[in-house]
C-alpha cells in the first residue's frame, strides 16, 4: 500500500528499531511484530476503564483544531475526550511502551504504514472495512482510501484491510519563499514549466545569498519516487517496490540523475543534505521560522506546523515538483492520505471511539480541519475555497495521486536515503546505487 505520508514537520524520533518515515520513513516489520505481537494477544487494554476516551495524539501542527473539536464533540455528545498530546518526537516511544504494558489509548494517531503495521498485525486496530462499505467509505476521496488500504499482496504482511481513518489528504512538493522570490525578479505565483526552469531560478536565488533549495535525508525517497512518476507508471513503480522490476532500469537511472543535476548546479543548500531525527525539523525550522533558504520540498502538513510555531510568516507558495524536461509520463504528486486515527478495539470504549472518529471524518468537521490547521481535506464535498492560499498549488494538482499499491520496501528505503546523500557528496555514482538498491531489494 502506497502511504504518503506527509507526516508531520516534526517527525517521530523512534525507539530502537522504529525509523522515522515511510512520505516519511518506515519501519520494518520483524522484531518490532514480534514484539507487539507478543504483548497484544489476549485480553483488553486499560484505558477503556477510565471516564473518558483517550486519544494519542502526535502532531503539534493539529493539536489545537483537534482540542476544540474534542471540546465541541462533548458538548454535543456529553462523552468526554481527554487528548494524550505526546507529539511528533515521542509518539511512536510511547505508542510501543503503551502497547508492551497492555495499556493503549481508545484511539490514536497514525502514522506511515510501515510504522503502523506491528500494531495492526498485533490487534491494535480496528479493521474498519465493514464500516466503510456501510456509506462512510463514499465520504472521502478515492485516492484516500485506495492509499489506506492493506492490499492482500502487501510487504508489510497485514491482514488485508482498512485500519484508519484520515481527514487530511497531503501531497508532497515545493514550498517557495515569495518574498525571495521576488528580491531574485521571479515570479513566486507562477510554477516554473520544468525541472530545467526551477534550477535556473535556484541559481538566481543563489545568487542572491540566500540559500536555494533544501531536503530532508528522510524525505529523500520521496523526492525520487516523485520524479520516477515522470518517466514510469504507478504499475511500473509498484512492480519495482516488490521486486519484479529492477532498479537499474533507465527510469530510476534518469531519476537519481535529478540530485546530480541539482549537486552540479551547486543550489542545495550547504552542499549536503540535513539527516538524523530531526532531519526534516531543521528544513522546515531554515524556511518557515528563520528563512534562510528559499525553496523546499516538504509535504503539505508542513503548514499546520508552520502556522503553529512560526504564525507571522504567511508569504509563501507552493507547486509540484517540477516535471522533468524529457519526461515521458504525467507526473503525479506522491501522497494520498496523512493525519487520521485508528481505534483500538481491545478497549470497552471501542465502540464509542469509532463514533468519534466518524464524527472526526465527517465533511462539517473537515472544514474545521481545512480552515483551522490548516490542511487539504481528505472529505469530497469540502470547498476548495476551504484550503489556505500557501497550499493552493499544490491543491490544484491534489487528484494527480501516485496510486502504487506497496510502498518502498525498508532496506531498499534506507539504501536510497544513503544512496541520495551520497550522490550529493559525490560519494557514490548513480549506478553504484542503483546496484545497491538492487542488492537491498534482494536481500529483503
Known amino acids: 500500500m502506497r502511504r504518503d505520508h506527509t507526516a508531520e514537520?516534526?517527525?517521530?524520533?523512534?525507539?530502537?528499531?522504529?525509523?522515522?518515515?515511510?512520505?516519511?520513513?518506515?519501519?520494518?516489520?520483524?522484531?518490532?511484530?514480534?514484539?507487539?505481537a507478543a504483548c497484544g494477544s489476549g485480553g483488553s487494554s486499560t484505558s477503556g476503564g477510565s471516564s473518558e476516551l483517550v486519544f494519542m495524539n502526535q502532531s503539534r501542527g493539529q493539536a489545537a483544531t483537534l482540542k476544540a473539536l474534542a471540546k465541541q464533540y462533548t458538548q454535543q455528545s456529553g462523552v468526554k475526550i481527554r487528548i494524550d498530546d505526546v507529539g511528533p518526537t515521542d509518539f511512536l516511544t510511547k505508542l510501543q511502551?503503551?502497547?508492551q504494558s497492555r495499556d493503549m489509548p481508545d484511539m490514536y494517531s497514525v502514522v506511515d504504514g510501515h510504522s503502523m503495521a506491528p500494531y495492526y498485525k498485533a490487534g491494535w486496530a480496528m479493521d474498519l472495512t465493514d464500516q466503510m462499505k456501510d456509506g462512510w467509505g463514499d465520504t472521502f476521496r478515492p485516492a484516500t482510501l485506495k492509499t489506506t488500504t492493506f492490499g492482500a499482496d502487501n510487504p508489510q504482511h497485514v491482514k488485508p484491510g482498512i485500519y484508519s481513518a484520515h481527514w487530511e489528504t497531503p501531497a508532497l512538493g515545493i514550498f517557495v519563499n515569495a518574498a525571495m522570490y521576488k528580491a531574485a525578479g521571479l515570479d513566486p505565483d507562477q510554477a516554473p514549466a520544468s525541472m530545467s526552469e526551477f534550477i535556473d531560478q535556484l541559481r538566481k536565488i543563489k545568487k542572491s545569498g540566500k540559500g536555494p533549495f533544501w531536503f530532508a535525508t528522510s524525505l529523500s525517497n520521496q523526492v525520487i519516487q516523485s520524479y520516477a512518476s515522470n518517466y514510469m507508471s504507478d504499475d511500473e513503480l509498484?512492480?519495482?517496490?516488490?521486486?519484479?522490476?529492477?532498479?537499474?532500469?533507465?527510469?530510476?537511472?534518469?531519476?537519481?540523475?535529478l540530485v546530480v543535476d541539482l549537486r552540479d548546479?551547486?543550489?542545495?543548500?550547504?552542499?549536503?543534505?540535513?539527516?538524523?531525527?530531526?532531519?526534516n525539523p531543521n528544513v522546515e525550522k531554515a524556511f518557515f521560522n528563520t528563512q534562510g533558504v528559499a525553496a523546499i520540498f516538504d509535504g503539505t502538513s508542513a503548514v499546520g506546523v508552520a502556522r503553529a510555531t512560526a504564525p507571522d510568516f504567511t508569504d509563501f507558495r507552493s507547486f509540484p515538483l517540477p516535471k522533468a524536461d524529457d519526461g515521458t509520463q504525467t507526473p503525479r504528486l506522491v501522497g494520498g492520505a496523512a493525519k487520521g486515527a485508528a481505534v483500538n478495539p481491545r478497549s470497552k470504549k471501542a465502540a464509542e471511539a469509532l463514533k468519534f472518529l466518524k464524527w472526526l471524518t465527517a465533511a462539517k468537521q473537515q472544514q474545521a480541519w481545512a480552515k483551522g490547521v490548516p490542511l487539504i481535506p481528505s472529505a469530497r464535498t469540502v470547498s476548495d475555497k476551504?484550503?489556505?492560499?500557501?497550499?493552493?498549488?499544490?491543491?490544484?494538482?491534489?487528484?494527480?495521486?501516485?496510486?502504487v499499491p506497496n510502498q518502498i520496501l525498508e532496506q531498499v528505503n534506507t539504501a536510497l536515503q544513503k544512496g541520495t546523500q551520497a550522490l550529493v557528496l559525490k560519494e557514490r555514482t548513480v549506478d553504484?546505487?542503483?546496484?545497491?538498491?538492487?542488492?537491498?531489494?534482494?536481500?529483503?
Open 97 to 99: 511502551s503503551s502497547s
Open 432 to 444: 553504484q546505487v542503483l546496484g545497491d538498491l538492487d542488492a537491498a531489494q534482494k536481500s529483503a
Open 265 to 279: 548546479a551547486g543550489v542545495i543548500a550547504n552542499g549536503s543534505l540535513p539527516s538524523g531525527t530531526t532531519d
Open 238 to 257: 509498484n512492480a519495482t517496490f516488490v521486486g519484479k522490476n529492477s532498479w537499474k532500469s533507465e527510469g530510476w537511472r534518469k531519476t537519481l540523475q
Open 386 to 403: 476551504d484550503v489556505p492560499p500557501q497550499l493552493a498549488g499544490i491543491a490544484a494538482k491534489i487528484s494527480d495521486i501516485q496510486l
Open 9 to 36: 514537520a516534526a517527525a517521530p524520533a523512534t525507539a530502537p528499531f522504529l525509523s522515522r518515515r515511510g512520505f516519511l520513513g518506515a519501519v520494518g516489520g520483524g522484531l518490532a511484530a514480534t514484539t507487539l
